[in-house]
């Protein structure tokens, strides 16, 4: 039994802890459809699906991860905005607005600078 209160009271430690995978790890995971820990009543059961509420989410995040790699990749292309399209034309490439362009920009730098630093 102490080794029982032992795993639950690290697990409420760390359960909500980033593992230092990164953001690589995250997007795999939301990609794969991987259900987070909360989500299962009861784990340990073989025949126990998690509650699926993420799934929505999930997806959602998936297709915004999605978009900011194409917009990084749109950001890191050397050509001209004449020749690679501009902000309104990647909008609506991606169907979405030049605003939702911007802050996936601002978020890319934001990433990128904190990778930086942490370097």
Do not use: C
């Not at 032992?6 to 790890?25: A, P, W």
């Not at 059961?45 to 790699?69: H, M, V, W, Y």
């Not at 990084?72 to 909008?91: I, S, Y």
């Amino acid at each position: 039994m102490a080794v029982a209160i032992q795993v639950r009271d690290l697990y409420t430690r760390l359960h909500l802890i980033d593992g230092g995978g990164g953001l690589k790890s995250r997007r795999y995971a939301i990609r794969a459809g991987w259900a987070l820990p909360l989500e299962w009543d009861d784990i340990d059961n073989p025949e126990e699906t998690p509650s699926g509420r993420r799934e929505s989410f999930g997806q959602q995040k998936a297709e915004a991860l999605d978009r900011r790699d194409q917009v990084a990749e749109w950001m890191d292309d050397p050509r001209p905005e004449w020749h690679k399209g501009n902000v309104p034309q990647l909008a609506e490439r991606l169907g979405v607005t030049s605003r939702t362009i911007e802050r996936d920009k601002a978020h890319i730098r934001a990433q990128r600078a904190k990778e930086e630093d942490a370097a």
